[in-house]
Nanobody
Framework: QVQLVESGGGLVQAGGSLRLSCAAS????????MGWYRQAPGRQRELVAG???????NYAESVKGRFTISRDNAKSTVTLQMNSLKPEDTAVYYC???????????????WGKGTLVTVSS
């Protein structure tokens, strides 16, 4: 079994910064892509940023230049640094990881329980 645990959400004023962290634990052989998704009330969950095991990153257009994703393969962690936050960034943020539990396993998607980010105007 694999668990993803997020931390770092909270309330911040517009223009402020927050740092989200996610740690994976359990039966991990290796982790392919790690990423952050978000879901605002009444909206579908959307990709915010992703990072491959090799360090390649991709971002939603709405966060480019403001958010930075990084990972530590040795610690099985992924971090999202969020700067210049806007009220429209308010959402529950979910950590996602494609985890291989053995060498024959191609990888399965796992999700954290989410952490709430609220940006006040």
């Amino acid at each position: 079994q694999v668990q993803l645990v997020e931390s770092g959400g909270g309330l911040v004023q517009a223009g402020g910064s927050l740092r989200l962290s996610c740690a994976a634990s359990g039966s991990i052989f290796s982790i392919n892509t790690m990423g952050w998704y978000r879901q605002a009330p009444g909206r579908q969950r959307e990709l915010v940023a992703g990072v491959t095991r090799g360090g390649s990153t991709n971002y939603a257009e709405s966060v480019k230049g403001r958010f930075t994703i990084s990972r530590d393969n040795a610690k099985s962690t992924v971090t999202l640094q969020m700067n210049s936050l806007k009220p429209e960034d308010t959402a529950v943020y979910y950590c996602n990881a494609e985890v291989r539990t053995s060498w024959i396993d191609g990888g399965m998607n796992y999700w954290g329980k989410g952490t709430l980010v609220t940006v006040s105007s």
